[in-house]
């Protein structure tokens, strides 16, 4: 069974910097691509971000371009999503998510194509 558990929200102020973690388990993490979404209130979950499963190939949504990096450590089996200069527009509850490919050929992803999602860790950037 497939486990994501996300880690490192809190409430910061703008312009600080944050790292997210995203612990998995369950299968082999390196064969796998994950990825980083987000929900604000009121809005649709939305993609950030993805790491190909060798951590070769990232993707970013241009909300979040320039300003974030996702990355992976498979031989702790997490993946990371850096964001700086958070805004409060940023405020969102952020989710790792994963499927069965090894590799997201386009430069973006939508929810509805993830079949394992974590719990999601709340972010507040208050101005």
């Known amino acids: 069974q497939v486990q994501l558990v996300e880690s490192g929200g809190g409430l910061v102020q703008a312009g600080v910097s944050l790292r997210l973690s995203c612990a998995a388990s369950?299968?082999?993490?390196?064969?796998?691509?994950m990825g980083w979404f987000r929900q604000a209130p009121e809005k649709e979950r939305e993609f950030l971000a993805g790491i190909s499963g060798n951590g070769f190939r990232e993707i970013y949504a241009d909300s979040v371009k320039g300003r974030s990096t996702i990355s992976r450590d498979n031989a702790k089996n997490t993946v990371y999503l850096q964001m700086s200069s958070l805004k409060p527009e940023d405020t969102a509850v952020y989710y790792c998510?994963?499927?069965?490919?090894?590799?997201?050929?386009?430069?973006?992803?939508?929810?509805?194509?993830?079949?394992?999602w974590g719990q999601g860790t709340q972010v507040t950037v208050s101005s």
């Open positions: 998510a994963s499927d069965d490919r090894f590799l997201w050929n386009s430069d973006y992803v939508h929810p509805t194509q993830m079949e394992y």
């Open positions: 369950g299968r082999t993490f390196s064969k796998y691509a």
